[in-house]
């Protein structure tokens, strides 16, 4: 029912900047909670972001100041802009959606895009 489609990772040398963007189609984004996740080789998927259908966002305490999750609803996109990368930033990272007013859980993912923070 959703679509989603990551775009933005790449390779980056420690203290650079990323941009990943999360492009939905086939439902608009306005009733849905929205959030970032990744996962690295041999470790469990793990939350990185949250924003809520009011515009709030959330972070883990690994990303607080230097990640910022946004989104546009206009142009049905979700952005989390990374700053000051880490080494251990290094992962894929998935977008997420969850209907925020449903009674019924359904989660939808895009495929993931691959950020290396690496020298």
């Known amino acids: 029912q959703v679509h989603l489609v990551e775009s933005g990772g790449g390779l980056v040398q420690p203290g650079g900047s990323l941009r990943l963007s999360c492009a939905a189609s086939?439902?608009?984004?306005?009733?849905?909670?929205m959030g970032w996740y990744r996962q690295a080789p041999g470790k469990q998927r793990e939350l990185v972001a949250t924003i809520t259908t009011g515009g709030n966002p959330n972070y883990i305490d690994a990303v607080k100041g230097r990640f910022t999750i946004s989104r546009d609803n206009a142009k049905n996109t979700v952005y989390l802009q990374m700053n000051s990368l880490k080494p251990e930033d290094t992962a894929a990272y998935y977008c997420?959606?969850?209907?925020?007013?449903?009674?019924?859980?359904?989660?939808?993912w895009g495929q993931g895009t691959q950020v290396t923070v690496s020298s």
């Open positions: 997420n959606a969850r209907p925020a007013y449903s009674d019924v859980v359904v989660n939808y």
């Open positions: 086939g439902s608009a984004l306005s009733f849905y909670t």
